[in-house]
């Protein structure tokens, strides 16, 4: 997708959740009430089926153009598992298989359970060399003890369809989709969480002024500021690795955003509720409706201490002497 015709889409995503996911949309659901309107209105879009190609009913987006939208989509909560669903259909397309209507499931190691599994169609799994297309045929509800969100448990019903994974999906396409998911909307909360911060500084007063005057205001956003670039670089960069080289061939891009949009959840989140104080612990204020999900996103589909391991063991296994070939021939293949 050219630069100019992303720009659109984000916009309209952008106004799309401004207008129908604040932060009343999130605390319903919480509370078990799926955003129906939010829903129709994304897939009048087109967008769960938009990383499949055109013939099989998508609009072809890239794995680049996708991480773009869900940072987006982790701007304003994620209140429902659009990401999830965009994953799904791409990797059933990317095998053949043309993805059906309706939220899909993304069925991946290291979750804890399905987001709004009771509201899925169908489950999209590997299984046994295959991806494979099942019924959600029932499930047992549950919750995120974190972001409180629904979190289900769906049982397989008998395959609709099934592939053979080819080699660009690798043996673990839900695995590294559900991570780069995850790392992206880690990269969009961050920055709602940093600009919900800046704001409060600019107009919490102490001593007379605001308390974003003071200096150790300052460098606490600073270093915030610092992490959550951090973060949406390696998001995208895990993205362009995907679209150009393959999802199973940029593990290492998507391990690496995985690790550090983790690590700046855990620091900016500290940090804005220092900043905030002791509201920024209530219910009334939206700043924990961020902070809760980025330490549920932080652990889902495998924590920083998970894929800094498999990168260390990727690096052991090459070598010491191919340690630096390989991030120099990585860059110019992504760059």
């Known amino acids: 997708m050219s630069d100019e015709l992303r720009t659109i889409l984000l916009e309209q995503v952008e106004r799309l959740l401004a ?46 153009d996708a991480v773009a939208v869900w940072q987006v989509l982790g701007r304003h909560g994620a209140p429902v598992p659009l990401a999830e669903s965009m994953a799904a259909a791409g990797l059933l397309a990317a095998a053949g298989i043309a993805p059906p209507p309706g939220l899909l499931a993304l069925v991946a190691p290291q979750q804890a359970g399905l987001p709004w599994g009771r509201r899925a169609q169908h489950l999209v799994a590997p299984w046994e060399g295959k991806l494979v297309l099942r019924p959600a045929t029932g499930m047992k509800e549950g919750r995120d003890g974190f972001s409180r969100l629904p979190m289900d448990t769906c049982l397989f019903g008998p395959d609709s369809a099934s592939a053979l994974l080819p080699p660009a999906l690798g ?80 593990e290492f891009e998507i391990a690496s955003a995985k690790v550090v949009a983790g690590e700046a959840a855990g620091k900016v989140a500290a940090i804005a509720h220092q900043v905030h104080a002791a509201i920024g612990f209530t219910d009334e204020h939206h700043l924990h409706l961020f902070t809760r999900r980025l330490w549920a996103w932080r652990d889902a589909c495998g924590t920083e201490r998970f894929w800094a391991r498999r990168i260390g063991e990727a690096a052991l296994a090459r070598g010491g002497a191919a340690l630096w070939p390989d991030l120099t021939a990585r860059d110019e293949a992504t760059g």
């Open 19 to 64: 207008d129908q996911a604040g932060p009343d949309v999130l605390r319903r659901a919480e509370a078990g009430e799926w955003p129906e309107a939010l829903w129709a209105e994304m897939e009048a879009l087109g967008l769960p089926l938009a990383l499949a190609s055109e013939e099989m009913g998508g609009a072809g987006l890239t794995w680049e």
């Open 171 to 250: 043996e673990e396409p839900t695995l590294l989709a559900g991570a780069m998911i995850h790392a992206a909307l880690i990269a969009g909360a961050l920055e709602a969480v940093l600009d919900t911060s800046v704001d409060y500084a600019n107009t919490r007063k102490q001593f007379g002024r605001p308390i974003g005057g003071f200096q150790a205001v300052q460098q606490l956003l600073a270093q915030a500021a610092g992490e959550v670039a951090a973060a949406g670089v390696a998001a995208a960069q895990a993205g362009r690795a995907a679209s150009r080289r393959g999802l199973a061939a940029a």
